[in-house]
């Protein structure tokens, strides 16, 4: 009898062990708030049991997107032993078209970017105009008294017909509006009066465009912002062109040095450009395929580690499907960077060597869903880089829209 009780408190041990492991992982593996798609029901499995409980107001989970449904539910284990409760949100799934393709992107910047202060030769001796006047590398120059300036030709004008006479600066830094003066300087060699200031006021490039709303023209691509080459600031978007590229040839990724497709603007624009953002940059096609093939958007939450694939062009015959890993969800709270991806395909690997410039905006693909796209490549190890979450580039595009509307209504 006494070895039948030692035996059962044995086994009653290890049960209280495994449950306690089972309730651990179930506190790692089932978050506080979940976001689903609505057509997608949360199912139990032999362990996890989930129980709705009650529904929910405002909602408190991530989502970008207008929740349909919020509401709560209770986790247990074995359907008997209750170790949570989870708050659901289910959203409307988005459908997109993909395109995988390379185009070109001509940036023209609202106001003019500082990327340097110089001396400037005078009869006196040299002068800083900009650097005594506070003017740093990154600035960007909004107003000079008080008139919007959009282009170098405006800003080297204004500081010839100034007479010496000192200048209103109107300066973006950090995001905050600053004013300095400014007080120019004849130079030595032309007899003009100068600032001293190297400015920029536009940047072209070529990238990958991710997908479009056939119903809008709205396209998404990239998934980071255009930085500025010299100062690496967000480049505020006044205008834009999207313009169609062709690839020429692609420079091979090494463990020390970025590979980079090369390519070149054909003379067609095929659409303009209305957002520069952290997610990317967002604009309207002229025209498009108004019958193309959906794919439906993942959220957040439906990203698992493991295989997917890409949707790129690196050569003249168009896009193809590459494979490659999901590696580790880092931040599904961040606007970028959510993830990181590993290229496993040889055929890419043969071409490009990894993830290259020019890929960025790369499609990703995951059981058969949009799950986001390509947007830094790891210089160190270039077969791996970041993506960013689709769900966050649809949002993006959705902003995009509105512009677009209001761009409309106001013509």
Not at 30 to 59: G, N
Not at 337 to 362: H, R, W
Request: proline share 2%.
């Amino acid at each position: 009898m006494q070895k039948f009780f030692r035996a059962l408190a044995l086994c009653l041990f290890i049960f209280s062990c495994f449950v306690f492991i089972l309730a651990a992982y179930a506190q790692y593996a089932i978050p506080p708030q979940i976001t689903t798609a609505e057509e997608k029901d949360l199912s139990s499995s032999k362990l996890f049991h989930f129980t709705r409980s009650e529904d929910v107001k405002t909602a408190g989970a991530r989502t970008d997107r207008e929740a349909d449904d919020v509401y709560n539910v209770n986790v247990s284990l074995f359907n008997i032993i209750p170790l949570r409760k989870t708050q659901v949100t289910t959203v409307k799934r988005r459908y997109v078209t993909l395109c995988g393709d390379v185009y070109g992107i001509k940036l023209y910047s609202s106001g003019v970017v500082v990327i340097s202060v110089e001396d400037i030769e005078t009869q006196n001796g040299k002068k800083n105009p900009g650097k005594s006047a506070g003017i740093k590398s990154g600035d960007i120059i909004k107003k000079i008294d008080g008139k919007k300036v959009n282009s170098n030709k405006e800003v080297s004008e204004i500081c010839k017909n100034s007479k010496g006479k000192a200048l209103e600066f109107t300066i973006l830094r950090n995001d905050k509006t600053i004013t300095l003066k400014l007080k120019t300087v004849k130079e030595k060699k032309s007899g003009l009066y100068k600032a001293g200031l190297w400015v920029r006021d536009s940047t072209a490039g070529i990238g990958t465009m991710t997908f479009y709303d056939r119903e809008t023209g709205i396209f998404a691509s990239l998934g980071h912002a255009v930085c500025d080459v010299d100062t690496e600031i967000k480049l505020p978007l006044s205008e834009g062109l999207a313009v169609r590229a062709k690839i020429l040839g692609c420079k091979m990724g090494s463990d020390s040095e970025a590979g980079e497709l090369t390519g070149a603007f054909m003379s067609e624009n095929t659409g303009e450009l209305y957002i520069n953002s952290q997610c990317g940059v967002y604009g309207r096609l002229y025209n498009y395929d108004s019958n193309a093939t959906l794919i439906p958007v993942a959220v957040s939450d439906e990203v698992k580690t493991g295989k997917a694939q890409i949707y790129c062009t690196v050569d003249g015959t168009g896009p193809h499907y590459y494979d490659v890993e999901i590696t580790k969800i880092i931040d599904k709270d961040s606007q970028e960077k959510n993830m990181t991806v590993k290229i496993t395909d040889e055929k890419l690997l043969a071409i490009t060597g990894g993830i290259v410039q020019g890929m960025s905006g790369t499609p990703l693909i995951q059981n058969g869903m949009f799950v986001g796209a390509i947007t830094h490549v790891f210089v160190s190890t270039p077969k791996e880089g970041y993506a960013i979450f689709a769900e966050n580039m649809v949002a993006a595009a959705d902003e995009a829209k509105v512009i677009m509307e209001e761009k409309q209504k106001a013509s």
